[in-house]
């Protein structure tokens, strides 16, 4: 009973700590999304861009690991 107790007040004065800390959070009302002007057919242009470049290194690496052994 004691032990539990204390684990919760741990956790409490964990809490506090991070509740206490200074915030760092963008004012998401104050946002501008004025100025994005990417095109959705350039997003999905970029998008596929990089998704192949995942496929490309994660195949390199399956080689890496298919030479090793």
């Known amino acids: 009973m004691k032990e ?3 684990e919760k007040d741990w956790v409490n004065r964990l809490i506090a700590f991070f509740k ?3 915030g760092r959070r963008a004012d998401a009302k104050k946002k501008q999304y004025s100025g ?3 095109t959705e057919e350039a997003y999905q242009k970029e998008q596929s861009e990089w998704l192949e470049s995942v496929r490309r290194r ?4 399956q080689q890496e690991h298919t030479d090793a052994d």
């Open 4 to 6: 539990e107790k204390s």
């Open 20 to 22: 206490a800390l200074p």
């Open 36 to 38: 994005w002007t990417q």
């Open 58 to 61: 994660k195949e390199a690496k």
